[in-house]
């Protein structure tokens, strides 16, 4: 099983930038589509962005244009950069591996003058 760990959270202001990193330890990361999930208080998880083994990735129409997902397979790492970030976009970051079915404990990011 993959075992992950995210970080890289924490408070910006309204249009600044965050980088948010996965680190995953364990057997499979490479094949499997990793996936970054948030949620705001009073709602329901969503799925932000994703990108599965050949690179190729999708977006959700909220944060089109503004975040990119990226992975690093050598690493076992993943990556969110998140740019022109918005007071809407506060919300707790999870890191997923969708195959595998593992979560990591979250990053809070908060954005707000």
């Known amino acids: 099983q993959v075992r992950l760990v995210e970080s890289g959270g924490g408070l910006v202001q309204p249009g600044g930038s965050l980088r948010l990193s996965c680190a995953a330890s364990?057997?499979?990361?490479?094949?499997?589509?990793m996936r970054w999930h948030r949620q705001a208080p009073g709602k329901q998880r969503e799925l932000v962005a994703q990108i599965n083994s050949g690179g190729n990735a999708n977006y959700a129409d909220s944060v089109k244009g503004r975040f990119t997902i990226s992975r690093d397979n050598a690493k076992n790492m993943v990556y969110l950069q998140m740019n022109s970030l918005k007071p809407e976009d506060t919300a707790v970051y999870y890191c997923?591996?969708?195959?595998?079915?593992?979560w990591g404990q979250g990053t809070q990011v908060t954005v707000s003058s």
């Open positions: 997923n591996a969708y195959h595998d079915g593992s």
């Open positions: 364990g057997r499979g990361f490479s094949i499997n589509t």
